[in-house]
C-alpha cells in the first residue's frame, strides 16, 4: 500500500489518470482511501498528491445496472482530471481556427 501511495502521488504530476475498479466482496477501504474523495492523499512521507488522479468504484453496487452505469461512474472524473492537468501546466486550448491552419491535409 505504501509503494501504491508513493506511485500515486508521482503519478499525479503526469497526464494520467488510475481508475480502479473493486470486483467482489471484499473490505475496499484502502482503495477507497486511494480514490482521496475523502481528503488529500499523501505518500508514506507526507508528501501530497498534486491532483487527483484516482477514481475507485465497486462493481457490487453495479450488478443489477446497465453497462452504460457503471462506465459513466468509472469515467465521471476523468474530464475534470484532464482539466486540472492542463491547467497546472498552463495550457491553454487552442481554439478551432487555430487548430485547423496547423492541420496540413494532402490533396
Do not use: W
Not at 474523495?37 to 499523501?42: A, C, E, K, S
Not at 498534486?50 to 462506465?71: G, M, T, Y
Amino acid at each position: 500500500m505504501a509503494d501504491t501511495r508513493e506511485a500515486i502521488v508521482h503519478a499525479s504530476h503526469l497526464p494520467m489518470s488510475v481508475i480502479i475498479v473493486g470486483v467482489g466482496n471484499a473490505d475496499f477501504s484502502d482503495m477507497q482511501m486511494l480514490d482521496g474523495d475523502d481528503g488529500i492523499l499523501r505518500s508514506p512521507k507526507g508528501e501530497p498528491v498534486l491532483r487527483d488522479i484516482v477514481q475507485f468504484v465497486p462493481f457490487r453496487n453495479f450488478k443489477h445496472a446497465s453497462p452504460a452505469a457503471l462506465a459513466k461512474s468509472v469515467l465521471a472524473e476523468v474530464p475534470n482530471q484532464v482539466v486540472d492537468y492542463y491547467n497546472g501546466k498552463e495550457i491553454k486550448p487552442k481554439c478551432m481556427s487555430e487548430y485547423e491552419s496547423s492541420r496540413t491535409l494532402a490533396p
